[in-house]
């Protein structure tokens, strides 16, 4: 877990020296506020991610495991499409009020959106 850590500081470490190095300042600001912004909303698939594996956990037979997986994961897609979609409407003031282009933005919350299944996943494999 150390030596993961270490490599994962030291590769993101690179990576912001090299971003630093090749885009101007005000472009590396926009992709800075992105990364953050994208940090930050990355809390909500976390979240939902314990109560998944606690759900998960409980069940005592392998079939009502399944049945709580299947069922859960179309919540999991319906929530994100929600967020997807609230964030998809709030995108212009977010996109005002940190100076960055639209398109960015929307990029940044296909990725959002995409990350809701793939923490869904890891907190069943948990």
């Given at each position: 877990?150390?030596?993961?850590?270490?490599?994962?500081?030291?590769?993101?470490?690179?990576?912001?020296?090299?971003?630093?190095?090749?885009?101007?300042?005000?472009?590396?600001?926009?992709?800075?506020?992105?990364?953050?912004?994208?940090?930050?909303?990355?809390?909500?698939p976390?979240?939902?991610?314990?109560?998944?594996?606690?759900?998960?956990?409980?069940?005592?037979?392998?079939?009502?495991?399944?049945?709580?997986?299947?069922?859960?994961?179309?919540?999991?897609?319906?929530?994100?499409?929600?967020?997807?979609?609230?964030?998809?409407f709030?995108?212009?003031?977010?996109?005002?009020?940190?100076?960055?282009n639209?398109?960015?933005l929307?990029?940044?919350?296909?990725?959002?959106?995409?990350?809701?299944p793939?923490?869904?996943?890891r907190?069943?494999?948990?």
């Amino acid at each position: 877990m150390i030596f993961g850590s270490f490599f994962t500081s030291s590769i993101n470490y690179l990576y912001h020296l090299i971003m630093g190095r090749n885009l101007e300042p005000a472009n590396y600001g926009i992709l800075a506020s992105i990364i953050s912004l994208i940090g930050l909303l990355g809390l909500i698939p976390a979240s939902l991610g314990l109560v998944t594996t606690k759900v998960v956990a409980s069940a005592k037979r392998k079939r009502q495991a399944n049945n709580m997986v299947y069922i859960l994961n179309k919540h999991v897609w319906f929530i994100g499409v929600i967020f997807f979609m609230v964030l998809l409407f709030l995108s212009p003031f977010i996109a005002k009020f940190l100076k960055v282009n639209e398109l960015f933005l929307i990029i940044g919350l296909l990725v959002f959106l995409l990350s809701f299944p793939t923490h869904f996943t890891r907190s069943v494999l948990q």
